[in-house]
């Protein structure tokens, strides 16, 4: 699914065998379903044991740069 007005396609979920495919090319998430779902399972329970960091507030130019670059990386000089 692409956004409109954005040069970068936003990926919900992928799958790759990153021993076969290490340049990700291959997206195996339609054909293994069940890995998704406990992928997708797995990592809810890490989210819920996460806590917000107390030392800066959310940077709101880290998202802009995320959506811009098409993914996380460092956004500050």
């Known amino acids: 699914m692409a956004d409109k007005g ?3 396609q936003r990926i919900e979920v992928a799958l790759y065998n990153l021993t076969a495919d290490p340049n990700e ?3 195996l998430s339609s054909k293994y379903p069940d890995v998704v779902g406990k ?3 797995r990592m809810a329970y890490y989210v819920k044991s ?3 960091p107390l030392n800066q507030p ?4 880290a998202r802009k ?3 811009k670059n098409g993914c996380w990386g460092p956004w500050q000089d």
């Open 58 to 61: 959310p940077d709101p130019q």
């Open 6 to 8: 954005s040069k970068h």
């Open 65 to 67: 740069a995320a959506e």
């Open 50 to 52: 996460t806590v917000t």
């Open 25 to 27: 090319r291959n997206d």
């Open 39 to 41: 992928l997708k399972e």
